[in-house]
């Protein structure tokens, strides 16, 4: 059976419209993917985050105090987020202490986070020997270190660092933000990591400035905006790799292991993972003899060392294998873009 002729010339424009929009999509797509750059740093920077409330790191019993603490009878766990108390927003372990002192012994509410589950108890502090007021759990609401800053986009000043995520010593759950801030800071000494014993980049911050604010924390790393710019290492922008561009094979990173100053050193992509949610896209080693003397190969503070191959950013360091400092692994930098939003 024929069509009709006008019924054949509209399917004729139809199919001729579809194919154009499907080629204008696809050369919308491929100029977005050429025209993202940004700039790789390697830069050493200070880190702080607080809490949004307090994080419980231990539940005990109170000395002197028979039977269960407060905490333990009604069911608060290790890794619980502790967000108001009688209603009041906690904002740090001093506000919540004081409002302890202020209520006393008397029965008071705690709203309490627990994964995505949010809930409220009842909870009766205690007196303790010395008049504090107890509820038998350790708490901590801020944590502190040095991290490596990965890349920084002169468009919207925002920046990617370290590669993972925070997440508490002890509980080693993700550390739920309530705000953060990088400082500048210098790599003071090193200590050399050795099998089963990671080593450490050691600096002193606590007397530098702000020099932007942290807006996330998650899996793929800490993002945010830069607000003084100036103390940013120059560098010029280069293209982000897809996860598909990357391939076994020569690199190099870029990372700070002395003073300010950014250097950058060889490695090998020893094997690409193709897995989209982890932080272990990449198997690295390094290969630079200066980098293995100094360091012994990937420490603590060089997670977020920018990795480039070809002339690309292509991904960043993100963990050390204790029981050989000279290899670790890498996320893929499409991936820590993804979660910066």
């Not at 920018?306 to 002339?311: C, F, R, S, V």
Request: one cysteine or more; charged letters at 20%.
């Amino acid at each position: 059976m024929y069509e009709t002729g006008s019924k054949s010339l509209w399917r004729r424009m139809a199919a001729l419209c579809a194919a154009a929009l499907l080629a204008l999509t696809a050369c919308v797509q491929d100029a977005y993917a050429q025209e993202k750059t940004v700039i790789p740093l390697g830069q050493a920077v200070g880190i702080k985050l607080f809490a949004d409330g307090v994080l419980v790191v231990d539940v005990s019993s109170l000395e002197g105090i028979s039977g269960k603490s407060p905490a333990q009878k009604c069911g608060i766990k290790e890794g619980d987020l502790i967000l108001t108390f009688n209603d009041r927003k906690i904002s740090s372990t001093e506000h919540l202490q004081e409002l302890l002192r202020q209520n006393g012994d008397q029965p008071a509410k705690l709203q309490l986070q627990r994964g995505q589950e949010v809930k409220t108890v009842d909870i009766t502090p205690v007196c303790a020997a010395d008049g504090s007021v107890r509820l038998g759990a350790w708490i901590r609401d801020s944590m502190a270190g040095i991290g490596t800053m990965t890349y920084y986009d002169p468009e919207s000043g925002s920046f990617g660092a370290l590669g993972h995520g925070i997440t508490d010593v002890d509980t080693a759950q993700l550390m739920s933000l309530g705000s953060g801030s990088i400082m500048e800071t210098a790599v003071k000494a090193v200590k050399k990591g050795e099998r089963g014993d990671p080593g450490e980049l050691k600096g002193d911050f606590s007397v530098q400035r702000d020099v932007g604010t942290v807006t996330v924390n998650s899996d793929g790393g800490i993002f945010g905006t830069v607000s003084d710019a100036d103390f940013l290492a120059p560098g010029e922008a280069v293209p982000v790799a897809s996860a598909e561009e990357v391939k076994p094979g020569r690199a190099v990173i870029r990372s700070t292991i002395c003073g300010d100053e950014i250097r950058e050193y060889e490695v090998q992509i020893v094997k690409v993972y193709r897995d989209k949610d982890t932080t272990r896209n990449l198997l690295l080693r390094i290969t630079d003899p200066e980098l293995l003397q100094t360091t012994g190969g990937i420490v603590q503070g060089m997670s977020g060392s920018p990795i480039l191959q070809n002339g690309k950013l292509v991904g960043a360091v993100t963990h050390v294998m204790i029981n050989d400092p000279a290899q670790g692994y890498g996320i893929f930098a499409e991936n820590m873009l993804a979660q910066a939003g």
